[in-house]
């Protein structure tokens, strides 16, 4: 087994490789002058079982790009297998026609993946799960809900819920609450274009309650500050949020710092900047572990569901 690293996010691949007690692979992946990827494997691929880690970020075109690269690569070398290991699934949101002439991204994203090369995709906490039927190879979509309730379990809340921003997150919220032993409640809220959202009615009793946001990104925060708001206005005690993918967008850093959130939990999947995060309102935790653990099963052939049970 090789594990490789794009330029997304070499701390979090660093991390997964010390859970391993191996290396990254040895390659060269720098740019030409004029912008375009240079890259090359510096040894021997023949045969192994590659895992390429890369996320998305900031510059995810780019990423993306990057990723194919690396893929085509270590076909052409000759690897046995070649796993994409993508933390963050870009593209994630455009996964359904919510109007006519529109594409599908998500799925875009998938045979891109598919042509260059990727006999399998490790990846957490998709946007929807219906993109694992976008592949014809195999996927396994980690959540990272356990990450986040060790973290709640130590703040030792009283009277808690768990929230879902929308309709569809209600089974990634009902799993995380009933791992907290909490009660569950949903926001009901429009989204007349993207980016905003209109926050209507909170489902469920949250009056005198301390409450966790959990939904699978935070990006402009928009949607998050207004949430945490009309929770608050149904009389919750402490507001929380935990958002596995801190996209943080726009003037999302500044909405978070000034907003009632106690705290934003997030994890690694994305670098989160140190300079986003000079109030503390931010805590990133590290999934490392996880994706460490689900390479080496995946690697060994045991089962990665059991990771949830």
Not at 26 to 49: P, W
């Amino acid at each position: 087994m090789k594990v490789f690293s794009g330029s997304s996010n070499k701390d979090l691949a660093k991390e997964v490789v010390g859970y391993l007690g191996m290396d990254l692979g040895k390659s060269v992946l720098e740019r030409f002058s004029d912008g375009e990827i240079h890259f090359y494997i510096d040894e021997n691929v023949r045969g192994e079982d590659v895992f390429v880690i890369q996320t998305g970020s900031q510059e995810r075109n780019f990423h993306l790009m990057e990723l194919f690269i690396m893929i085509d690569a270590l076909k052409r070398a000759s690897a046995e297998r070649i796993s994409a290991v993508i933390p963050y699934y870009s593209y994630s949101r455009q996964d359904w026609k919510d109007r006519p002439r529109v594409p599908l991204t998500a799925r875009l994203v998938a045979d891109l993946l598919e042509s260059s090369g990727a006999d399998r995709v490790l990846t957490m906490d998709l946007h929807s799960p219906q993109i694992q039927g976008f592949f014809s190879v195999p996927v396994d979509n980690l959540m990272a809900q356990g990450v986040f309730a060790k973290y709640v379990e130590g703040l030792n809340l009283d009277n808690l819920s768990v929230i879902s921003p929308d309709a569809g997150g209600v089974g990634r919220a009902k799993w995380f609450a009933k791992l907290l032993n909490a009660d569950l409640g949903i926001i009901d809220k429009r989204r007349p274009q993207p980016n905003v959202a209109q926050v209507f009615n909170v489902i469920g009793e949250v009056k005198g309650r301390n409450v966790v946001i959990l939904d699978d990104m935070v990006d402009t925060a928009g949607t998050l500050v207004k949430s945490a708001e009309a929770l608050k206005r149904e009389g919750a005690r402490k507001v929380y949020a935990a958002c596995t993918h801190a996209v943080l967008s726009g003037k999302a850093v500044e909405r978070i710092n000034n907003s009632i959130l106690e705290k934003l939990i997030v994890t690694n999947t994305i670098p989160v900047p140190a300079e986003f995060n000079q109030t503390g309102k931010i805590e990133v935790l590290s999934v490392a572990e996880l994706f460490g653990e689900a390479i080496r099963r995946i690697h060994e052939g045991s089962s990665v569901s059991s990771l949830f049970t």
